[in-house]
């Protein structure tokens, strides 16, 4: 296992604990029921290929959630059903994303024989029962023996792909049918790769047949037994019968298939899903924050002991999280209980609130921010978008009472810039969207977070937020918006201004009586922004750090007979802060050459880190390695240097990814090179500072001048 050491010692975690106390308190008081959940996304700790970058389907995902599932069943849930279902296929996606499902009941085990299901790789055909024994005795133990029937593929008839049971349970009996689509004499599937279940000729039927069905085959390694839509009642019974045949025929392999009951009040559910570069968890809904945070830890443990993490090594050495989302979603017991409806204010003070601190939207996401990312503010998106939302919100309370009506008010306005409401920084997409059954759910759902290493980390953010939206709750009042212009980038791209702006909050959390310490997310903070280096002589203190930056998208291009925008990610941010502002009154920055305007104790670089194709500005080069040098005003010689490269110092590639965290640290560490060879040096001063922006200097508009850090 490869787990990094413990974020926070156990004294402070009680601190944070006895916080989350006064946060329940103050939701108590507000009369509401805070319910929250997220998904956290998880890969292997060396991840290769497609399906680890960003394919959602691959060979070794599937095996890695089951290995991953029957570990968290083992440690916390035995008992607990594992059942296999599947989601959406995407345009280019071959199969449809599956899912795992476990079934947890609080009073009672669903599943007493782990050992009988497919959790590691497949197994030989061979090995495993036949499909036609299998669905008869079903049929008999249902007492539906004459009903079970062959499929096989419409260009193959001869040869049986499975079988097949038309199933239903009506007024307490099970029910079936007798499928005739002649001239077949057997049931001939839609043509495809997944399960069978999913490839019955159903409209080919006629009207008042049975158009529901259970199915056994052999695929992937397994026995698949698919069920049909049920009611959870008659679906636990239709398991247990199963579970008993599978004792009394002694199958192995079984993997448990299909629909998936209906939501039922005793049953939670924790759900892995395929997800592009990532197996993302998808929580049940917790009443509290004690919950979460041990779901947390139980989630972390069961993945590092089935290989999994929450977080991955770039080849330079950079640990980041997992590229994939872990967001975090609020609501109440039942989609009408929704905080959002009860309290109509809620939703737009949320919104100003969180549009007021860009802390909030860049702190905890991934590596890709601003406009075309997965989750950009709502001033990162269409223009006028702040004044139509401020138009919107009078509208809350006229449409209280009408969940519909109270969502459509801020559908169109909470999107990405190319209308996608799901890729909305805080989507409503779940509140109340009548399009489908299951995303009418009173859910608010924050989008901007990623997988963070530690499960104390994840934690400690949820407590966080929740904290913010306690406040809020109970004493909801919009905010007026804050026009930010170009400074949002500018200023709040830098670790420090964000630092600031999490202070801000904290003191907002404090005045409201919730004992919140900004220090708690420092852990997080490093993590999001690694210290890559710093110079350091006589008592003077130059630090540098990993900012963030936007990375453009591009324009749509033809990609395998589809079109797709690819996004521009050549350059990078780093920020240099000062441990004492008066050093710039005796020396200056250099970075390759170009002056670096320091501004109360910190400034950005932005520079062109890659050249890759397609990008944007093709005919500026790579501007690394960053020579930085510290030059004494006065004598215009240089008293500290040092360079910085995006990749190996040689030029060369890295053989592999690191494999431990230590080989990580290593290679990331070796990219920082103190230069004692530039010490001494005389260098001129007369080149121009940036003036475009305030407290960041584009290093591309001097790429003519700074020639890979020469010494003028």
Same mark, same amino acid.
């Given at each position: 296992?490869?787990?990094?050491?413990?974020?926070?010692?156990?004294?402070?975690?009680?601190?944070?604990? #006895?916080?989350?106390?006064?946060?329940?308190?103050?939701?108590?008081?507000?009369?509401?029921?805070?319910?929250?959940? =997220?998904?956290?996304?998880?890969?292997?700790?060396?991840?290769?290929?497609?399906?680890?970058?960003? $394919?959602?389907?691959?060979?070794?995902?599937?095996?890695?959630?089951?290995?991953?599932?029957?570990?968290?069943?083992?440690?916390?849930?035995?008992?607990?059903?594992?059942?296999?279902?599947?989601?959406?296929?995407?345009?280019?996606?071959?199969?449809?994303?599956?899912?795992?499902?476990?079934?947890?009941?609080?009073?009672?085990?669903?599943? !007493?024989?782990?050992?009988?299901?497919?959790?590691?790789?497949?197994?030989?055909?061979?090995?495993?029962?036949?499909?036609?024994?299998?669905?008869?005795?079903?049929?008999?133990?249902?007492?539906?023996?004459?009903?079970?029937?062959?499929?096989?593929?419409?260009?193959?008839?001869?040869?049986?792909?499975?079988?097949? +049971?038309?199933?239903?349970?009506?007024? @307490?009996?099970?029910?079936?049918?007798?499928?005739?689509?002649?001239?077949?004499?057997?049931?001939?599937?839609?043509?495809?790769?997944?399960?069978?279940?999913?490839?019955?000729?159903?409209?080919?039927?006629?009207?008042?047949?049975?158009?529901?069905?259970?199915?056994?085959?052999?695929?992937?390694?397994?026995?698949?037994?698919?069920?049909?839509?049920?009611?959870?009642?008659?679906?636990?019974?239709?398991?247990?019968?199963?579970?008993?045949?599978?004792?009394?025929?002694?199958?192995?392999?079984?993997?448990?298939?299909?629909?998936?009951?209906?939501?039922?009040? @005793?049953?939670?559910?924790?759900?892995?899903?395929?997800?592009?570069?990532?197996?993302?968890? /998808?929580?049940?809904?917790?009443?509290?924050?004690? &919950?979460?945070?041990?779901?947390?830890?139980?989630?972390?443990?069961?993945?590092?002991?089935? @290989?999994?993490? =929450?977080?991955?090594?770039?080849? #330079?050495?950079?640990?980041?999280?997992?590229?994939?989302?872990?967001?975090?979603?609020?609501?109440?017991?039942?989609?009408?209980?929704?905080?959002?409806?009860?309290?109509?204010?809620?939703?737009?003070?949320?919104?100003?609130?969180?549009? /007021?601190?860009?802390? +909030?939207?860049?702190?905890?996401?991934?590596?890709?921010?601003?406009?075309?990312?997965?989750?950009?503010?709502?001033?990162?998106?269409?223009?006028?978008?702040?004044?139509?939302?401020?138009?919107?919100?009078?509208?809350?309370?006229?449409?209280?009472?009408?969940?519909?009506?109270? *969502?459509?008010?801020?559908?169109?306005?909470?999107?990405?810039?190319?209308?996608?409401?799901?890729?909305?920084?805080?989507?409503?997409?779940?509140?109340?969207?009548?399009?489908? *059954?299951? %995303?009418?759910?009173?859910?608010?759902?924050?989008?901007?977070?990623? *997988?963070?290493?530690?499960?104390?980390?994840?934690?400690?953010?949820?407590?966080?937020?929740?904290?913010?939206?306690?406040?809020?709750?109970?004493?909801?009042?919009?905010?007026?918006?804050?026009?930010?212009?170009?400074? +949002?980038?500018?200023?709040?791209?830098?670790?420090?201004?964000?630092?600031?702006?999490?202070?801000?909050?904290?003191?907002?959390?404090?005045?409201?009586?919730?004992?919140?310490?900004?220090?708690?997310?420092?852990?997080?903070?490093?993590?999001?922004?690694?210290?890559?280096?710093?110079?350091?002589?006589?008592?003077?203190?130059?630090?540098?750090?990993?900012?963030?930056?936007?990375?453009?998208?591009?324009?749509?291009?033809?990609?395998?007979?589809?079109?797709? !925008?690819?996004?521009?990610?050549? %350059?990078?941010?780093?920020?240099?802060?000062?441990?004492?502002?008066?050093?710039?009154?005796?020396?200056?920055?250099?970075?390759?050459?170009?002056?670096?305007?320091?501004?109360?104790?910190?400034?950005?670089?932005?520079?062109?880190?890659?050249?890759?194709?397609?990008?944007?500005?093709?005919?500026?080069?790579?501007?690394?390695?960053?020579?930085?040098?510290?030059? /004494?005003?006065?004598? @215009?010689? &240089?008293?500290? *240097?040092?360079?910085? #490269? %995006?990749?190996?110092?040689?030029?060369?590639?890295?053989?592999?990814?690191?494999? %431990?965290?230590?080989?990580? $640290?290593?290679?990331?560490?070796? !990219?920082?090179?103190?230069?004692?060879?530039?010490?001494?040096?005389?260098?001129?001063?007369?080149?121009?500072?940036?003036?475009?922006?305030?407290?960041?200097?584009?290093?591309?508009?001097?790429?003519?001048?700074?020639?890979?850090?020469?010494?003028?």
């Amino acid at each position: 296992m490869h787990i990094p050491p413990p974020v926070y010692p156990s004294s402070e975690w009680k601190k944070i604990q #006895n916080c989350s106390r006064q946060v329940e308190k103050m939701i108590l008081e507000s009369g509401q029921i805070l319910t929250m959940g =997220g998904e956290p996304t998880f890969v292997p700790f060396a991840p290769n290929g497609d399906e680890w970058s960003n $394919a959602a389907l691959g060979p070794t995902k599937l095996l890695c959630a089951r290995r991953f599932a029957a570990a968290f069943i083992r440690l916390y849930y035995p008992g607990a059903l594992l059942t296999q279902s599947y989601g959406k296929q995407y345009p280019g996606e071959a199969l449809p994303r599956w899912n795992l499902v476990i079934h947890i009941h609080p009073e009672r085990k669903l599943w !007493r024989n782990p050992q009988k299901l497919l959790l590691g790789p497949g197994l030989p055909d061979s090995s495993l029962a036949s499909p036609k024994k299998v669905i008869s005795a079903i049929a008999s133990l249902l007492k539906l023996k004459d009903y079970p029937q062959a499929t096989s593929e419409k260009n193959n008839p001869s040869k049986i792909k499975g079988w097949v +049971l038309p199933l239903a349970h009506e007024n @307490g009996k099970w029910v079936s049918d007798k499928w005739k689509l002649p001239p077949y004499l057997t049931i001939p599937l839609i043509p495809g790769d997944s399960s069978i279940g999913l490839r019955l000729p159903l409209k080919e039927l006629p009207d008042n047949a049975l158009k529901r069905a259970l199915t056994v085959e052999i695929k992937d390694g397994g026995l698949e037994i698919f069920f049909p839509p049920l009611d959870p009642v008659p679906y636990l019974q239709l398991i247990r019968l199963v579970e008993k045949l599978a004792d009394s025929l002694k199958l192995q392999g079984l993997i448990l298939s299909g629909y998936q009951p209906k939501a039922d009040a @005793g049953l939670e559910r924790f759900v892995l899903a395929s997800d592009p570069g990532v197996i993302e968890v /998808n929580l049940p809904p917790c009443n509290d924050w004690n &919950v979460y945070q041990r779901q947390m830890e139980q989630l972390y443990t069961a993945a590092h002991q089935s @290989g999994l993490c =929450g977080h991955k090594l770039h080849f #330079n050495g950079r640990m980041v999280g997992t590229g994939g989302g872990a967001h975090i979603c609020f609501g109440g017991t039942q989609p009408e209980r929704s905080p959002v409806f009860h309290v109509p204010d809620f939703l737009p003070t949320v919104i100003t609130y969180w549009q /007021n601190h860009p802390s +909030l939207s860049y702190v905890f996401s991934g590596q890709f921010v601003g406009q075309g990312s997965q989750a950009p503010r709502i001033d990162e998106t269409m223009p006028g978008t702040l004044k139509e939302l401020e138009l919107a919100f009078p509208g809350v309370n006229t449409f209280k009472n009408n969940p519909e009506l109270f *969502a459509m008010l801020f559908r169109d306005l909470l999107s990405d810039c190319s209308g996608n409401t799901h890729r909305a920084e805080i989507s409503i997409d779940k509140l109340w969207n009548t399009q489908h *059954a299951n %995303t009418m759910a009173g859910i608010l759902e924050f989008r901007a977070f990623e *997988a963070f290493p530690d499960h104390r980390m994840m934690a400690a953010i949820g407590l966080f937020i929740r904290a913010i939206l306690s406040m809020l709750l109970k004493r909801p009042k919009p905010r007026p918006m804050k026009l930010w212009g170009d400074s +949002l980038h500018d200023r709040y791209f830098l670790p420090s201004h964000l630092w600031k702006d999490l202070e801000a909050i904290g003191r907002d959390l404090q005045r409201a009586g919730i004992p919140w310490k900004t220090e708690w997310l420092k852990p997080v903070f490093d993590f999001r922004f690694p210290t890559i280096g710093s110079l350091l002589w006589d008592e003077n203190v130059v630090d540098f750090r990993h900012a963030l930056e936007a990375w453009p998208l591009l324009s749509e291009q033809p990609v395998a007979g589809t079109t797709a !925008r690819f996004v521009d990610s050549s %350059t990078e941010r780093i920020e240099v802060t000062l441990k004492n502002p008066a050093m710039t009154k005796k020396g200056i920055l250099l970075v390759n050459g170009v002056p670096v305007p320091i501004s109360h104790k910190s400034a950005g670089i932005r520079f062109r880190a890659f050249h890759v194709i397609p990008s944007l500005h093709p005919h500026i080069p790579t501007q690394t390695p960053l020579v930085f040098q510290w030059v /004494n005003r006065h004598s @215009g010689t &240089v008293e500290q *240097a040092a360079e910085w #490269n %995006t990749w190996l110092p040689e030029g060369q590639n890295y053989p592999d990814r690191p494999q %431990t965290l230590k080989e990580a $640290a290593i290679r990331f560490k070796g !990219r920082w090179k103190i230069r004692n060879d530039l010490l001494g040096k005389k260098v001129s001063l007369t080149l121009p500072a940036d003036d475009t922006m305030t407290c960041t200097i584009d290093l591309r508009l001097h790429h003519r001048i700074g020639q890979r850090g020469r010494t003028f």
